[in-house]
């Protein structure tokens, strides 16, 4: 984890449906109050990028020569996985909690992509609570679309922790950030 970096350029090639799969049942085992698995991932790859493309432009109000530039940018990663928080009814477990189950669980999985040797980036905005964005991703009323992860192979060879890259964030000083009661 203290290698790990986020990568806002990556390469064409993606892990393959079945290898998401495995990455995905191993961050399934974040922290769930309750066990109500409040979440769910979307793949989009291909065309289907285009189709969040599109409804992001329209979220920006965009020109159709924006149009292009945002589905383009949408076409930087050859695959982005929709995080979604389904937010199940719960006397015990509030939405803020169930939100931050979803959100475990695409941390976990940005950290398991990054250790299988792909390049991650996780994307979020404003846009995530635009109708257009929200139909695209055919979200039912109980669910809210947190952001992307970005996935593609890393430019250069290695792995998205290689240990031999110079990291580009600074460490946190722990004691700043730990104390006790």
Not at 3 to 10: T, Y
Not at 87 to 111: D, F, I, N, T
Request: glycine share 10%; proline share 4%.
């Amino acid at each position: 984890m203290l290698r790990r970096r986020s990568h806002s350029k990556v390469g064409s090639t993606a892990p393959s449906h079945e290898e998401l799969l495995r990455l995905v049942e191993a961050a399934g085992t974040v922290a769930d109050h309750s066990s109500l698995r409040p979440w769910r991932l979307i793949e989009l790859r291909g065309d289907a990028r285009d189709v969040l493309g599109a409804a992001l432009a329209e979220a920006e109000g965009a020109s159709a020569g924006g149009r292009e530039k945002i589905i383009a940018k949408v076409r930087r990663a050859p695959l982005l996985i929709a995080i979604v928080a389904v937010y199940r009814p719960s006397g015990k477990v509030p939405h803020w909690e169930q939100e931050a189950v979803a959100s475990g669980v695409a941390h976990a999985l940005s950290l398991l992509l990054d250790e299988a040797g792909w390049g991650v980036l996780w994307r979020t905005g404003s846009q995530t609570r635009h109708d257009a964005v929200r139909e695209a991703h055919r979200l039912k009323k109980n669910e809210q679309l947190l952001g992307w992860l970005y996935v593609g192979d890393v430019p250069g060879g290695g792995s998205g922790s290689d240990a031999s890259k110079p990291l580009r964030r600074k460490l946190v000083d722990p004691a700043d950030h730990l104390s006790s009661l």
